[in-house]
């Protein structure tokens, strides 16, 4: 009877643990849909996965299928129809369908592994990094820390706002996908100076595109078009500044949306749904076709409605055509279409543009096709004013680079195009393109079939077999012929070869072209041998000035032009990418800019070419105190001011390839015959793409007194470093001496920065007051008080701001200049 009592007694302990154990199970595959636990591992499947889903069940995350076999691990909206992807972590990598998983691993970072155990993605939260915020002084001391050295990711969930997280076991954020945003910005997902939206490259696709909406380096938020060969800003409107378009300067970067369709940015851009204060699904996204949209999502049906939209004509988005192409409006729809004598690259893809439909091996001669009431916005190689139509006509023929010009009646504006891009058409007809088109000639392959169809198909037309004279008649006939065509054809390439050369001829004794803008645009960037230089320097006699980066002579080449012949020092580059780092440099055309005409590469040489500017620099005007050097006027000072300002502010935002200076002081300025001031070795540091943010770290250049402090703390060198430097020319200009003078001899570079800081202070408390009586003390004494008291102080208040501290609360170039010319009637 005991026996029997212990057998059922352990049936029912079985049966227990067999339930109990069936609740586990039930428990575990419970909470792989809420969390995600350290050491656990998911496989991808033949369809889209869902790993997470929030606990308010709007958002899912796991394998999202975007090919037949390619997976990304993605967060989607889990109510609408189409399952609209809002995150994704391997947008550009997508993984193999068989084998890949995704893995919390046991060291604590959740990875995205392929079929072959390549890590394609990582949250890199790793226990053995130290997992804390930590506060630093000026010398590396630890001054406060959240003290979270070692701690361990434990789960990652997927939170109702859509930002999945990674959490250690006291609920602390590790990492969040709201920190990386793909294409969309949800709800009370922050926009920072870190944050970016980068376009998907097509309609249905996730890879990344050429869009960008982002912070740029002035704290406004803006769209880039960031095409295969130049990129744009398009958003704000580029033809306006910055004040017109509503946007203002701040030293802040931030931007956020709400639940009920506000949203707010901290360079006062702010926009509202349409159907604000609803509760309902938000996302902002950037679309394949580069405008910023809001949308939101109906409940019933699960399609998305838009509510918002930044472009409502898309033909001001640059890139949608590509390049080589027009844009136009077709009903409700945008229609590309291509440049007369263009073909589409890629029907599929009208973002790749059009190409030539004939090789320019064939072209011979050019002539220009009118397109009435069309512009192509941007990137002009060269631009005059009242000029007439032949006359700009002339410059673009002129310009190897110009591939078409606009043309303003009436206003006589002539713009040459580097580039045929963002085309589009004008119901009221302001500007005229007039594109270079090719006149073709028959190509080397072609010539001989017309040939021999002319002199002897024809013949054997006239002449059938069946009629054909017959023995030695017929072969002198055919003889006769063929000598008669052979001679006609040597003396028609005899005629061609005299007529071009009469025409080379010509060209070569063309009569001198007075208009000064057009002989500078038609003189090329070109090579010049050592010989070449040494004959136009009189073997290097005179000696125009020298700094640290080398020494310039004067010289006259045998077109008669006066130049400025500059060796380089230090320079360890190979002939090709010598070459290939000036030949931006040699594209570069701006009033307020030294026009660099050529180069030298022999051996060990290395030596600019550029124009020749008659004042010289600067700092002998307005520092030498011998009576020989002209006292610079108030409206001189303020044109310089104004001309530098307009300068910097083409290399840092305006040309082709943004450029930093590093070197601006009075040295490298210079004054020409109405002292126009023209800013000389720029590009000569190193030229910034776009894609490296305008960023750089390298040696210290410059000039001490004008060194931005951002040098000595070894943080990365932007457009700033030059705003600075220039804060201090500024200060120089009005004061008319060495804003550093009495902390030069002797001092270290900081202490003659501290001693610029100090000047600075004291002039912040001063403008301040609203009495400006110490501007006659402080203004140069020389002019005898005759100056402007407004823009004066307005030079004072823009150079103390230029030479702050910190780098963020500096304007940028083009605020300086949109602040100098409000002061000019």
Same mark, same amino acid.
């Given at each position: 009877? +005991?026996?029997?009592?212990v057998?059922?007694?352990?049936?029912?302990?079985?049966?227990?643990?067999l339930?109990?154990?069936?609740?586990?199970?039930?428990?575990?595959?419970?909470?792989?849909?809420?969390?995600?636990?350290?050491?656990?591992?998911?496989?991808?499947?033949?369809?889209t996965?869902?790993?997470?889903?929030?606990?308010?069940?709007?958002?899912?995350?796991?394998?999202?299928?975007?090919?037949?076999?390619?997976f990304?691990?993605?967060?989607?909206f889990?109510?609408?129809?189409?399952?609209?992807?809002?995150?994704?972590?391997?947008?550009?990598a997508?993984?193999?369908?068989?084998?890949?998983?995704?893995?919390?691993?046991?060291?604590?970072?959740?990875?995205?592994?392929?079929?072959n155990?390549?890590?394609?993605?990582?949250?890199?939260?790793?226990?053995?990094?130290?997992?804390?915020?930590?506060?630093l002084?000026?010398?590396?001391?630890?001054?406060?820390?959240?003290?979270?050295?070692?701690?361990?990711?434990?789960? #990652?969930?997927?939170?109702?706002?859509?930002?999945?997280?990674?959490?250690?076991?006291d609920?602390?954020?590790l990492?969040r996908?709201?920190?990386?945003?793909?294409?969309?910005?949800?709800?009370?997902?922050?926009?920072?100076?870190?944050?970016k939206l980068?376009?998907?490259?097509?309609?249905?696709?996730?890879?990344?595109?050429?869009?960008?909406?982002?912070?740029?380096?002035?704290?406004?938020?803006?769209?880039?078009y960031?095409?295969?060969?130049?990129?744009?800003?398009?958003?704000?409107?580029?033809?306006?500044k910055?004040?017109?378009?509503?946007?203002?300067?701040?030293?802040?970067?931030?931007g956020?949306?709400?639940?009920?369709?506000?949203?707010?940015?901290?360079?006062?851009?702010?926009?509202?749904?349409?159907?604000?204060?609803?509760?309902?699904?938000?996302?902002?996204?950037l679309?394949?076709?580069?405008?910023?949209?809001?949308?939101?999502?109906? #409940?019933?049906?699960?399609?998305w409605?838009?509510?918002?939209?930044?472009?409502?004509?898309?033909?001001?988005?640059?890139?949608?055509?590509?390049?080589?192409?027009?844009?136009?409006?077709k009903?409700?729809?945008?229609?590309?279409?291509?440049?007369?004598?263009?073909?589409?690259?890629?029907p599929?893809?009208?973002?790749?543009?059009s190409?030539?439909?004939?090789?320019?091996?064939?072209i011979?001669?050019?002539?220009?096709?009118?397109?009435?009431?069309?512009?192509?916005w941007?990137?002009?190689?060269?631009?005059?004013?009242?000029v007439?139509?032949?006359?700009c006509?002339?410059?673009?023929?002129?310009?190897?680079?110009?591939?078409?010009?606009?043309?303003?009646? !009436?206003?006589?504006?002539?713009?040459?195009?580097?580039?045929?891009?963002?085309?589009?058409?004008?119901?009221?007809?302001?500007?005229?393109?007039?594109?270079k088109?090719p006149?073709?000639a028959?190509?080397l392959?072609?010539?001989?079939?017309?040939?021999?169809?002319?002199?002897?198909?024809?013949?054997?037309?006239a002449?059938?077999?069946?009629?054909?004279?017959?023995?030695?008649?017929?072969?002198?006939?055919? %003889?006769?012929?063929?000598?008669?065509?052979?001679?006609?054809?040597?003396v028609?390439?005899v005629?061609?070869?005299?007529?071009?050369?009469?025409?080379?001829?010509k060209?070569?004794?063309?009569?001198?072209?007075?208009?000064?803008?057009?002989?500078?645009?038609?003189?090329?960037?070109?090579?010049?041998s050592?010989?070449?230089?040494?004959?136009?320097?009189?073997?290097?006699?005179? &000696?125009?000035?020298?700094?640290?980066?080398?020494?310039?002579?004067?010289?006259?080449?045998?077109?008669?032009?006066?130049?400025?012949?500059?060796?380089?020092?230090?320079?360890?580059? !190979?002939?090709?990418?010598?070459?290939?780092?000036?030949?931006?440099?040699?594209?570069i055309?701006?009033?307020?800019?030294?026009?660099?005409?050529?180069?030298? +590469?022999?051996?060990?040489?290395?030596?600019?070419?550029?124009?020749?500017?008659?004042?010289?620099s600067?700092?002998?005007?307005? %520092?030498?105190?011998?009576?020989?050097?002209?006292?610079?006027n108030?409206?001189?000072?303020?044109?310089?001011?104004?001309?530098?300002?307009k300068?910097? #502010?083409?290399?840092?935002?305006?040309?082709?390839?943004?450029?930093?200076?590093?070197?601006? &002081?009075?040295?490298?300025?210079?004054?020409?015959?109405? %002292?126009?001031?023209?800013?000389?070795?720029?590009?000569?540091?190193?030229?910034?793409?776009?894609?490296?943010?305008?960023?750089?770290?390298?040696?210290?250049?410059?000039?001490?007194?004008?060194?931005?402090?951002?040098?000595a703390?070894?943080?990365?060198?932007?457009? &700033?470093?030059?705003v600075?430097?220039?804060g201090?020319?500024?200060?120089?200009?009005?004061? !008319?001496?060495?804003?550093?003078?009495? +902390?030069?001899?002797?001092?270290?570079?900081?202490?003659?920065?501290?001693?610029?800081?100090?000047?600075?202070?004291?002039?912040?408390?001063?403008?301040?007051?609203?009495?400006?009586?110490w501007?006659?003390?402080?203004?140069?004494?020389?002019?005898?008080?005759?100056?402007?008291?407004?823009?004066?102080?307005l030079?004072?208040?823009?150079?103390?701001?230029c030479?702050?501290?910190?780098?963020?609360?500096r304007?940028?170039?083009?605020?300086?200049?949109?602040?100098?010319?409000?002061?000019?009637?």
């Open positions: 009877m +005991a026996m029997k009592d057998s059922v007694s352990i049936r029912l302990m079985i049966s227990f643990l339930m109990l154990s069936s609740s586990s199970i039930a428990l575990a595959i419970d909470h792989q849909s809420s969390y995600l636990s350290r050491g656990s591992s998911i496989s991808t499947g033949d369809t996965t869902t790993i997470l889903v929030s606990p308010n069940g709007a958002f899912s995350c796991g394998f999202y299928k975007v090919a037949t076999n390619a990304t691990f993605s967060v989607w889990s109510r609408s129809a189409d399952k609209t992807v809002a995150w994704t972590a391997n947008r550009d997508p993984v193999n369908g068989k084998g890949s998983k995704l893995s919390f691993r046991k060291d604590g970072s959740l990875a995205l592994l392929d079929y155990s390549t890590v394609v993605w990582s949250t890199n939260t790793t226990g053995t990094h130290a997992h804390r915020a930590v506060l002084d000026y010398n590396s001391t630890v001054v406060w820390s959240t003290n979270t050295t070692g701690t361990h990711a434990h789960r #990652a969930v997927l939170l109702d706002t859509g930002n999945l997280v990674v959490m250690d076991p609920d602390q954020q990492w996908s709201f920190d990386t945003p793909t294409d969309t910005l949800l709800p009370l997902q922050a926009m920072t100076w870190n944050s980068v376009s998907a490259s097509a309609r249905g696709l996730l890879s990344s595109g050429l869009y960008t909406f982002y912070f740029d380096s002035t704290n406004v938020l803006s769209l880039i960031n095409g295969p060969q130049v990129s744009s800003v398009y958003w704000p409107n580029p033809y306006y910055s004040w017109a378009d509503g946007r203002t300067y701040n030293s802040s970067q931030y956020i949306l709400d639940q009920k369709g506000l949203f707010v940015a901290s360079d006062s851009f702010k926009f509202e749904a349409s159907d604000l204060d609803q509760e309902v699904m938000r996302r902002l996204t679309d394949y076709d580069g405008n910023l949209r809001l949308y939101s999502l109906n #409940a019933t049906s699960g399609n409605s838009i509510s918002w939209m930044a472009f409502i004509r898309l033909c001001d988005i640059h890139g949608l055509c590509g390049v080589n192409s027009l844009c136009a409006y009903t409700e729809l945008v229609s590309c279409s291509c440049l007369e004598g263009f073909e589409i690259i890629e599929s893809d009208w973002s790749k543009g190409r030539p439909k004939i090789n320019s091996t064939l011979q001669d050019v002539s220009f096709r009118k397109i009435p009431g069309t512009d192509l941007g990137y002009d190689v060269g631009y005059a004013k009242g007439s139509l032949s006359e006509r002339r410059m673009c023929l002129a310009n190897s680079n110009c591939l078409a010009f606009g043309y303003c009646e !009436g206003e006589g504006k002539c713009y040459l195009k580097a580039m045929l891009l963002n085309g589009k058409n004008f119901a009221d007809p302001y500007i005229d393109i007039y594109l088109s006149k073709v028959a190509s392959e072609e010539l001989p079939s017309r040939i021999t169809h002319v002199c002897i198909g024809t013949e054997k037309e002449y059938p077999s069946s009629q054909m004279i017959t023995g030695g008649a017929s072969n002198k006939l055919k %003889f006769g012929y063929f000598l008669s065509s052979a001679l006609t054809l040597l028609f390439e005629n061609l070869i005299i007529l071009g050369c009469w025409i080379v001829y060209w070569e004794r063309k009569p001198e072209v007075t208009d000064e803008g057009y002989t500078i645009i038609s003189n090329q960037f070109r090579r010049f050592y010989k070449e230089l040494q004959k136009a320097t009189n073997c290097f006699q005179e &000696k125009l000035g020298s700094g640290g980066s080398g020494a310039v002579y004067k010289g006259v080449l045998d077109d008669e032009r006066m130049v400025a012949v500059k060796k380089l020092n230090d320079v360890v580059q !190979g002939d090709q990418e010598f070459r290939s780092e000036l030949s931006v440099i040699g594209r055309y701006h009033m307020n800019l030294v026009r660099i005409w050529g180069f030298c +590469a022999e051996k060990t040489h290395r030596i600019l070419i550029s124009e020749f500017v008659k004042n010289g600067l700092d002998r005007v307005l %520092f030498d105190n011998q009576n020989s050097s002209p006292v610079l108030w409206t001189q000072r303020y044109n310089i001011a104004l001309g530098v300002a300068g910097l #502010a083409y290399l840092h935002h305006e040309c082709l390839e943004w450029i930093i200076h590093c070197d601006v &002081k009075p040295e490298n300025i210079l004054l020409d015959e109405d %002292f126009e001031p023209k800013i000389a070795d720029f590009g000569l540091v190193k030229l910034l793409g776009r894609e490296a943010g305008a960023q750089m770290l390298s040696r210290v250049h410059g000039t001490r007194g004008y060194i931005a402090p951002e040098w703390l070894n943080l990365p060198i932007t457009g &700033k470093a030059d600075y430097s220039y201090v020319v500024l200060l120089e200009l009005v004061k !008319g001496m060495r804003v550093s003078t009495p +902390a030069m001899e002797g001092e270290g570079e900081v202490e003659v920065e501290m001693a610029v800081r100090c000047s600075a202070e004291t002039l912040k408390e001063k403008l301040a007051s609203e009495d400006h009586s501007l006659l003390e402080f203004v140069d004494p020389k002019m005898g008080g005759e100056f402007d008291y407004s823009q004066a102080a030079m004072i208040k823009i150079a103390v701001s030479v702050e501290e910190e780098r963020r609360r304007p940028n170039m083009s605020h300086v200049v949109e602040a100098l010319l409000s002061l000019i009637e």
